[in-house]
């Protein structure tokens, strides 16, 4: 018999699943857009479709790799470090 | 009858007097005060105001102009909010030193000339100091001391600076400097330290996250807007500083993704955010300064709501470490739902950061600084994945942390309200606040290309988000530190502190050593006996040539020590020195 504390946590992540697929869902419509109206804009790359969704993509994925990867490698120390 | 009253003046000689209010009194007085100054404020004619001659010197102390005003319109908002926000912890130090830091930021939005200027960026550094020991840890009173050294080592370079200029030209006015001269870059890095430029950032990140709770609102509204108010106002135009705001937004954004206090966060962010105007201030077009000034407006309004917010989870679950937090959107729902409006605030339509970041923007595409641009738009990514992404998931969702508190008290849920109402409010009308812009502009922020291409970047900057998250990629939050320039000076002044110790301790002993251990020693062992080991020097031929074996000599050598040890010598012996004395004395 589940408890009252493991049936509310099942629920919360359902909903975390629908909200998921819903944000999912949302992207791929705003993906499909830049197919079907064409931008008025200042640059060239700006008319490209997709370039912006591919660049908020692209600059999160690369901000926290090197962040992961470059960056925490070198400064990451204990909590006590400077005591 | 005083037609305007300096706004500096109501907030310094207000919050010098709540310690004399009396009771509930006091929280309506604390209250009335930014009402008071923004009535005032608003009735302030364009102009210049109490021109003061001090001794030789012409002061001017209000220079009131579109660019200082709007300045001021914003700190006596935020003032508000957060004085409000910080009513529940009825700390006397804390309210006059909020409201007295305050009164600085406006004195010097207001100076019309550098000493005026100086004087207040002063104040700022010493009431803002107040703010971070309000704290009252050992780590916040370590890391008050350090700002303070950079505070004053910055404020020293602007005196600097204001005194070589002055000696150059032979004026004191506050307007365009430009950098012509060493006196001007002086100035120019003494501004920089405020506006915490790149190696000179190191106090922000340390400082902040040390702060009271709601130290840090005030903070992050005042000493770093004040600084881009008079980079905007002084070195306007100025190249270099596109490449200072250029890194200044992006070198932050790997730092708030690996850090774990959630407050250190939003320190980073705001570096980043700081980075987005100079830029704008370093391109100096009408467009851009606009652009920088709206900026700074909806930043001071957001990124006080987000402080609020995890000051708020800090106050009630007593920390603000990813590690330690999670899944409060159920006990602190407004709390969430507030940081949240802040979040969206940072560049969603139909919010503040949205109507005013895009200005930056055009102004950089305008000019064709194309690598500028795209830094931007990067730095804008990234600011939203950290300070609208991370920060929430982590204190609101993800893990659950098991903290099970009551939600914020009511005066920090109206405080939080109200600036999350004011965000949406110019996000919704921005013309309120393009009216205020020290140009006039003709720009229309919600065109279908801005609109879409922001949303599809905020999207999928999330959905990348969510997949790292999804897929262990994101890197886990860690109980440890990250380095950051502090550390040179932090560990400078170790070095410093270790290098004087061997070398003047060590000169101290060794002189120790020398002088009073061993020449006293020396000393008194001659007085001792040394004119006795002098005459047996003497008299050892005289034992040698009488043949004195070794026995007898060792007796004979005993028997002078200790008369000379004694001081019993023989009248004859007496009367042979006493001679030999004269007789010396006489060829002298």
Redesign the interface.
Known sequence: MPTDDQKERRQAGQQGKALLILFFACCLALFAIDFVVKRPAHMVWEEWPGFYALFGFVGCVLIVLMARYLLRPLVKREEDYYD | MIEVMPPAAIFIIGALLIPLVPGRLKSVYILALPVIGMWNLLNLPLGSHYPVAFHGYDLLIMEVDRLSRVFAIVFHLIAFIGMLYILNFKNNLEYVTALCYAGCALGVVFAGDLLTLFFFWEGLTVTSMFLILARQTSSATAAALRYSLVHAAGGLLLLAGIVMHHHATGSLAFGHLGLGSLGTILIFLGFGVNCAWPLLHGWLVDAYPEASIGGTVFLAAFTTKTAVYVLARAFAGEPSLIWIGTIMAIFP???A??ENDLRRVLAYCLINQIGFMVVGIGIGTELAINGIVAQAFAHILYKGLLFMAIGAVLYRTGTAKATELGGLAKSMPWTCFFYLMGAAAIAAPLFAGFVSKSLVLSAA?HEQLWLVWFAL??AA??VF?SAGLKVPFFAFFGNDGGHRVKEAPLNMLLAMGGAAFLCLFIGVFPHYLYDLLPYDVAYQPYT??HV???????????????L?LLSG???AE???????FDWTY?MASRLLYRGLDLSLNGINSLINRLVAVEFTARLSTFFQDGPARFVLALSRPICLLRQMDAKQLARSEEKVLRTYRLGNFSVACTAIFSVGFLVLLFFL
């Open positions: 954004l790997f730092f993704i690996i595409a738009l990067l990514v990234g994945i279908y290309n879409m291409g922001q949303l599809q970047l905020l999207f999928f900057a999330g959905l990348a988000f969510s790292l990629v994101y890197p860690v109980r440890a530190i990250n380095l950051d932090r």
